[in-house]
């Protein structure tokens, strides 16, 4: 069976849930590999293997996550060659598909980026315009290359061997030609990272004002969940840019979505149209937004936004 | 310096976006055209650069006639020139092809430094600046949310899902820039007049040098097998508060185990 590259998306050491989704992906296609890079394998190695991983191939040489994207590519074209690789799978984030497309340029492969579910023989699934179309697609050329929506996926345990090998890649003048000189982490406290929280608040234009925020904050923070914006809100500087939800900013798909003062205008449904579970808060009876939901509430979301968070407070 | 801004258009969020039932590629009669937004932070990143720095900034733009549209616009805006790649043999190309269409007409231009939005809005792949680096051998300064340039010397910052990281490099290099990294101006009268006396270079394929097997449907790297429209949602359940509404979520809620 043809080894199929994962490479893991890992924060201080701990794997990212998208990596454990996409383990569970690679079975369909063959058998799965992580790749690790950078520091830290040694504490995650167990994870992986829990979840399928066959090999765990690390390359832990701390120059490969010094320069922007091209050294991960570089790492994983190798793989691909030295492992007549099946298939090469990464999340599909701002720098996953970025590892991807640099990929698909050094072995001429095609590449397949969003997509929401695999089938077995590797067709992938898209949704498109929105969500509003769902595509399928495959390579016809080279080894695939496919960037994994997080979330879209169940991740499963499939307890395999886990067997690491260190990998050395020497890097080109043109892998080395943008280094990181310094990562600056911005304050964003406990909450989970939006594009991989299972339930996800979000406020719009309704909220106000960026003093407003903190009853989308307390409700979100009442279900352990991370905290989203619509481009209204952003754009009026309530809220940060990273946090947008829509078409220009994130794409979430968590089982729960709360949109609270959210009209729900093409642009933020691009952005969270697969969500599993929908509910919205809006005053305005006609706001688009509650052609999408599982359940909604008409009203005043200062006053059922801070009522629902007492009332999930209270059942705790 | 030499600045290059790649300009896509793109059909209409807000307008009906379809896929074409005999080939599977975007329909884009079927809706209105518009210059991709994120090339519009683009385009005022890189006339901020000429403005600070002098030089020229050339549009480059692959696309049907339409595109034509977009080309007007950012040359409104304040860019110098620009370039059309237009042609049959183009059409349905995929990414991994673009990138290199793309790279071929960089060769007629000459650049310093290429300037791109970081996604497009329809196909939304993200992987243009990565790919066009990656075959131009040059720094692929993407995501940027600041970008600073003293002579030769370019620093970034990236943006990332902790905060940023700060990027150096040397030029030429390619700049992918994301929404909010600056506030794009809108085209003066006299701009829009100017723009209509600005050159566009019209050019095909074999002007850019572009291998005609490497490039269009028939030669992608990928295949849409098949689409259809998504089921819509099942018709949820909407209520009026009566003074109980978050009561009445959280017991939703409860029903489906969130709580």
């Known amino acids: ?46 994870k992986l293997a829990e979840y399928g991983a066959a090999k765990v191939y690390v390359a832990a040489d701390e120059e490969l996550t010094s320069y922007v994207v091209a050294p991960k590519a570089a790492v994983l074209a190798q793989l691909v060659a030295d492992k007549s690789a099946g298939a090469v799978l ?49 390579v016809k050329t080279g080894t695939p ?19 690491e090998e260190a990998v050395s890649v020497s890097l080109s003048d043109a892998d080395k030609g943008a280094k990181i000189v310094e990562k600056v982490v911005q304050e964003k406290g406990e909450r989970p990272d939006l594009t991989e929280a299972a339930i996800v608040i979000s406020g ?27 481009r209204a809100a952003t754009d009026a500087g309530w809220y940060p840019h990273s946090f947008q939800v829509g078409q220009t900013g994130k794409t979430v798909s968590p089982q729960l979505y709360v949109a609270v ?18 509910i919205a808060i809006n005053k305005d009876s006609e706001a688009p937004i509650f052609e999408l939901v599982d359940y909604g509430i008409v009203g005043d979301l200062f006053q059922v936004a801070p009522q629902l968070t007492e009332e999930i407070n209270k059942r705790k | 310096m030499n600045i290059v801004v790649l300009v896509k258009q793109v059909p209409d969020t807000e307008s009906p976006r379809k896929l074409k039932s005999d ?25 901020r650069i000429k403005e600070a720095q002098g030089g020229e900034v050339t549009v480059l733009s692959m696309g049907p006639d339409k595109a034509t549209d977009s080309i007007r616009k950012a040359l409104a805006m304040g860019a110098d020139k620009a370039v059309h790649l237009i042609d049959d043999a183009l059409a349905g190309s995929d990414a991994l092809q673009t990138s290199y ?25 993200g992987v243009l600046a990565a790919m066009l680096a990656e075959r131009l051998g040059i720094a692929q300064l993407s995501l940027a949310n600041k970008v600073d340039i003293d002579g030769t010397s370019i620093k970034i910052q990236r943006q990332t899902d902790y905060g940023f990281d700060k990027v150096k490099a040397s030029l030429p290099a390619v700049v992918s820039v994301v929404e909010k990294i600056n506030e794009p101006r809108y085209p003066s009268f006299k701009g829009i007049m100017a723009a209509k006396k600005k050159p566009v270079d019209t050019i095909g394929i074999a002007d850019a040098g572009i291998d005609a097997s490497q490039v269009g449907l028939a030669n992608a790297a990928t295949e849409v097998v098949d689409f259809a429209e998504a089921p819509p949602r099942a018709k949820g359940q909407i209520v009026t508060d009566e003074g109980d509404g978050g009561v009445k979520i959280a017991e939703f809620l409860a029903s489906k185990k969130f709580v």
């Open chain 1, 1 to 46: 069976m043809a080894e199929i590259l994962v490479l893991v998306d890992h924060v201080d050491g701990d794997v990212k849930k998208v990596s454990l989704e996409l383990l569970t992906a690679a079975r369909r296609l063959g058998e799965p590999a992580a790749v690790w890079i950078g520091p830290g394998a040694e504490g995650a190695k167990d």
């Open chain 1, 90 to 138: 990464v999340s599909a984030t701002a720098e996953g598909k970025e590892v991807a497309g640099r990929l698909a340029v050094k072995i001429g492969s095609g590449v397949l980026t969003d997509v929401v579910d695999i089938a077995d023989g590797g067709v992938a699934e898209h949704s498109i315009f929105g969500g509003g179309i769902i595509a399928h697609a495959k």
């Open chain 1, 145 to 163: 290359i496919i960037a994994v929506r997080p979330n879209s996926i169940a991740p499963e345990a499939a307890p395999a061997a886990g067997a």
């Open chain 1, 204 to 230: 719009g234009r309704g909220v106000g004002g960026a003093e407003n925020f903190k009853i989308i904050e307390d409700l979100a923070d009442s279900l352990g969940a991370a905290v989203g914006a619509s």
């Open chain 1, 261 to 278: 003062g959210i009209s729900g205008a093409i642009q933020h449904r691009a952005g969270m149209q697969t969500s599993k579970t929908i």
């Open chain 2, 23 to 47: 080939d599977s590629t975007l329909d884009r009669a079927a809706a209105d055209g518009v210059i991709n937004e994120l090339d519009e932070y683009a385009i005022e990143e890189a006339l």
């Open chain 2, 101 to 125: 269409a793309i790279q071929q007409a960089l060769g007629r231009t000459g650049f310093d430094l290429v300037v791109l939005g970081s996604e497009s809005t329809d196909a939304r792949t």
